[in-house]
């Protein structure tokens, strides 16, 4: 097994796991706070970091069908949220690539 690489991110508010505090996600790549997780509220993000997707699945969501991917702290695999992949319905296909991380189990830093 490798070393693992854990990239921290810059600026003034950043996101972080729970469980280690490794940085998840920066402020500034906030698309919206108006999502739903397993366990409560949720952000989409542009992109997360220090992160390991787990297999493709097809999961029927608030929004519709979507192909995701659950997503997991790379430090100590605490699911974070997930990716969407696919989206089918074209009013939903902005959410392509983009990640959901729950409210539930990040730590907020610099705020």
């Given at each position: 097994?490798?070393?693992?690489?854990?990239e921290?991110?810059?600026?003034?508010?950043?996101?972080?796991?729970?469980?280690?505090k490794?940085?998840?996600?920066?402020?500034?790549?906030?698309?919206?706070?108006d999502?739903?997780?397993?366990?409560?509220?949720?952000?989409?993000?542009?992109?997360?970091?220090?992160?390991?997707?787990?297999?493709?699945?097809?999961?029927?969501?608030?929004?519709?069908?979507?192909?995701?991917?659950?997503?997991?702290?790379?430090?100590?695999?605490?699911?974070?949220?997930?990716?969407?992949?696919?989206?089918?319905?074209?009013?939903?296909?902005?959410?392509e690539?983009?990640?959901?991380?729950?409210?539930?189990?990040?730590?907020?830093?610099?705020?």
């Amino acid at each position: 097994m490798g070393r693992l690489y854990i990239e921290t991110l810059s600026g003034a508010r950043i996101f972080k796991c729970k469980c280690c505090k490794v940085d998840s996600a920066s402020h500034d790549d906030i698309v919206s706070k108006d999502f739903q997780g397993h366990s409560g509220r949720a952000y989409l993000f542009r992109n997360a970091v220090n992160i390991s997707l787990g297999p493709t699945e097809e999961r029927m969501l608030v929004s519709g069908l979507h192909k995701v991917n659950d997503i997991y702290c790379s430090s100590c695999q605490q699911i974070l949220g997930w990716r969407y992949e696919k989206a089918y319905e074209e009013s939903q296909k902005y959410k392509e690539g983009m990640f959901i991380l729950e409210k539930e189990m990040m730590l907020k830093e610099g705020w």
